[in-house]
């Protein structure tokens, strides 16, 4: 892809990514959803809360 390339390591394994400014705007929805899984992947072992008990959280904090 035009704009990005990775940082190997000495057996040419891909460690990290370089994304050039101009290139963001290219693939904003991409890098988007890339984060998305990212964070979620990162919070698979968190309990997860029903959407009722988040409404009432924040409708007691005045969200709502």
Partial sequence: ???I???TDSKSRRKAVVIEI???KRYD???EDL???IIAEAR???AS???TEVKKRLKNKGKL
């Fill in 1 to 3: 892809m035009k704009g």
């Fill in 5 to 7: 390339s990775y940082i």
């Fill in 22 to 24: 101009k290139a963001l």
């Fill in 29 to 31: 929805e991409q890098i």
């Fill in 35 to 37: 984060f998305d899984a």
């Fill in 44 to 46: 698979r072992e968190e």
């Fill in 49 to 51: 809360v029903e959407w």
